[in-house]
């Protein structure tokens, strides 16, 4: 099983590069257009490569993610995967795990989140992949048992785990409640009929980081699995928005100071804090 684990990570890897890569260095030539949504507002789509479906917006925000992942991601990716292929030790299967969980999120986000081109059945496999490694890699993790030092649930992490679920609701929520209010659409809808972003972070993201603060009270092993699976998914998010929004920038789109602080800066911190966090956890637990 735990060869089996490898081999897809492997091919998991290899479909986020596939992804990524056409994603950030796929162009056609073609430029930015104007155009009606649905809702009837004004849209600019990208018109070039892979996304030139998406609008200029969201095209800046995932070419900025691939850029992360291609980079960044998926060699850190290789690196705790060829670890764990010499140790095999609990610690390296909760990292190479937590990994397996960040590129579920991102085929999740491409999947449902982009608009259809040729790359679908790419998402579909890379999204499918990813959800059963994820499953494998839970089952080899309650393989071995997890010998904790010392308590890991100090005041400190509560107010910080707090934060982050809150955090999560406080970013897209006033979004949501603003265009019900106005009985329209929302604002950065574009051509997309939701946001996969709200959907993850806050229908499963933050009501799992209130779990995992349940069962770390509880002293369940569960709590420290989750524990490090959110943590590192943070960090690696406190990664890519960098990307994201010099994207964004270099594509000409103005971000007000205030989403700059609700929506990058803040998670940027959460993030620093994340590693922080996970390096205590680690450093707590016992092979």
């Known amino acids: ?30 430029e930015s257009i104007d155009f009606i949504n649905q ?12 996304y030139k479906n998406d609008s200029l917006f969201m095209a800046s925000i995932f070419r900025g993610t691939d850029c992360a992942v291609f980079f ?4 850190i990716a290789i690196l705790i995967l060829i670890l764990d292929i010499k140790r095999n030790t609990m610690k390296t299967k909760l990292l190479l795990t937590s990994m397996v969980v960040f590129f579920l999120y991102f085929s999740a986000s491409l ?3 982009v608009k259809y081109n040729v790359l679908h059945l790419v998402y579909i496999l890379f999204f499918g992949v ?8 839970y089952k080899l993790i309650k393989t071995y048992p997890i010998n904790k030092s010392k308590n ?18 406080i970013a897209w929520l006033p979004d949501i409640i603003t265009s019900l209010t106005n009985d329209k659409s929302l604002e950065l809808i574009h051509v997309y009929t939701t946001n996969i972003t709200y959907v993850l972070d806050m229908g499963i993201i933050s009501p799992l980081i209130f779990i995992c603060m349940y069962n770390l009270s509880k002293k369940n092993d569960i709590g420290y699995i989750l524990l490090v699976l959110n943590l590192t998914l943070l960090i690696i998010i406190g990664i890519i928005l960098p990307f994201q929004t010099l994207f964004q920038v270099n594509a000409g789109i103005e971000l007000p100071l205030e989403v700059l602080i609700s929506k990058v800066g803040i998670f940027i911190i ?7 966090y996970n390096i205590r956890l680690f450093k707590s637990l016992n092979e």
């Open 111 to 113: 999947a449902f989140g």
């Open 152 to 169: 890991i649930l100090t005041v400190g992490l509560k107010i910080f785990l707090t934060l982050i679920g809150l955090s999560l609701f």
């Open 72 to 75: 960044i991601i998926v060699p």
């Open 270 to 276: 959460l993030a620093i804090f994340a590693v922080f």
């Open 39 to 50: 809702y009837g507002n004004n849209v600019i789509l990208y018109g070039d490569g892979i």
């Open 1 to 30: 099983m735990n060869k089996i684990f490898h081999v897809l990570t492997i091919f998991i890897i290899l479909l986020a590069m596939v992804s990524s890569g056409l994603g950030l260095f796929f162009i056609t030539g073609e």
């Open 130 to 137: 990813s959800f059963y490694t994820l499953i494998l890699g």
